[in-house]
């Protein structure tokens, strides 16, 4: 019988980088409450679409170790990402508040 080792060693992050993170996303969050009390009419939507976006890769890249796994997992993350979207803007376009 032959052992599996794991070949592939890294170090993940300390308290420090984690915490720069969540101070990255509080940031994001306060735009995202800012921009909803601007008036941006049309463009409201699409700019809060993309900071959530953004928000999703770090916290799923950091805060879930997707970083330092197999690349499926972050293919399969990815792929639930857009089909969020994509139902997300096809609501949007189906009753007249995409655009």
Sequence with gaps: M???THDEEHSH????TYTII???LAIITALEVATYYVDLGAALVPILMVMSAVKFVIVVGWYMHLKFDNRLFTIFF???MAVAISVILSFLALFDRLW
């Design 2 to 4: 032959s052992t599996q």
């Design 13 to 16: 992050p300390g308290w420090k």
């Design 22 to 24: 969540a101070a990255i």
């Design 78 to 80: 990815g792929f639930g």
